[in-house]
């Protein structure tokens, strides 16, 4: 099934403020473009370094530019797509500053 980004202007605007990640987030959005995915174990099949959240968060946390930067997100699967809803973006060190706060289960920045 098709994956929609919910909403891709957050990428764009995170990578006005981070121009080095820039090329590494536009070929995650490349890659997410053309993927197929049936089941959540399928985003760790598109983009091997993802982590699926357990608790029943429904979210993933994608690795982006080498592991410099993490993007979590929300999913939701439907009949014929797969929404994909950006909860929170940053670097790595902030992500674990995140984690170490317990909130990667529950942020909703955007």
Known sequence: MRVHLIKKQT???YVEN???GRSSFENWLVVLKYADWETPEDMR?????ADLLGNGSNRVIFNVGGNNYRI???YHFL???I???ICWIGTHAEYDELCNR???FSVNAY
């Open 83 to 85: 929404h994909l809803f």
């Open 18 to 20: 981070h121009v080095s």
């Open 72 to 74: 979590i997100c929300k």
């Open 45 to 49: 099949q598109t983009f091997g370094s």
């Open 11 to 13: 990428i764009q605007n």
């Open 79 to 81: 009949a014929t797509q």
């Open 102 to 104: 317990g909130q990667q």
